[in-house]
Nanobody, 126 residues
Framework: QVQLVESGGGLVQAGGSLRLSCAAS????????MGWFRQAPGKEREFVAA????????YYSDSVKGRFTISRDNAKSTAYLQMNSLKSEDTAIYYC???????????????????WGQGTQVTVSS
């Protein structure tokens, strides 16, 4: 069993920055890939970013590439999402996720997720 708890969401103006955190507990955090997804009102949940167990390989959706950075600190069992140059279309609930043994490159699909966090709201005002 894995528990994921997100924090760091809030209200920010367009062009601003936020850093989300995802604290994990349960099984060995450093053994599995982590991902971030988001869901805007009336839309399906979509992939944002993923990182492999070592932090060496990262993956991003085209909509956030160059603006968002995913990272992890295995000593703290925490994953991060640094979001810069935020746009109004980034407004959504952001979810931390893991597929346990699934490679990071496959965490681009919702179907590969085994555990979800409860989500944190990010609102970008224009």
């Amino acid at each position: 069993q894995v528990q994921l708890v997100e924090s760091g969401g809030g209200l920010v103006q367009a062009g601003g920055s936020l850093r989300l955190s995802c604290a994990a507990s349960g099984r060995t955090f450093s053994s599995y890939a982590m991902g971030w997804f988001r869901q805007a009102p009336g839309k399906e949940r979509e992939f944002v970013a993923a990182i492999d167990w070592s932090g060496t390989s990262t993956y991003y959706s085209d909509s956030v590439k160059g603006r968002f950075t995913i990272s992890r600190d295995n000593a703290k069992s925490t994953a991060y999402l640094q979001m810069n140059s935020l746009k109004s279309e980034d407004t959504a609930i952001y979810y931390c996720a893991t597929g346990m043994g699934a490679p990071a490159r496959t965490l681009i699909r919702v179907s590969m997720v085994t555990y979800w966090g409860q989500g944190t709201q990010v609102t970008v005002s224009s």
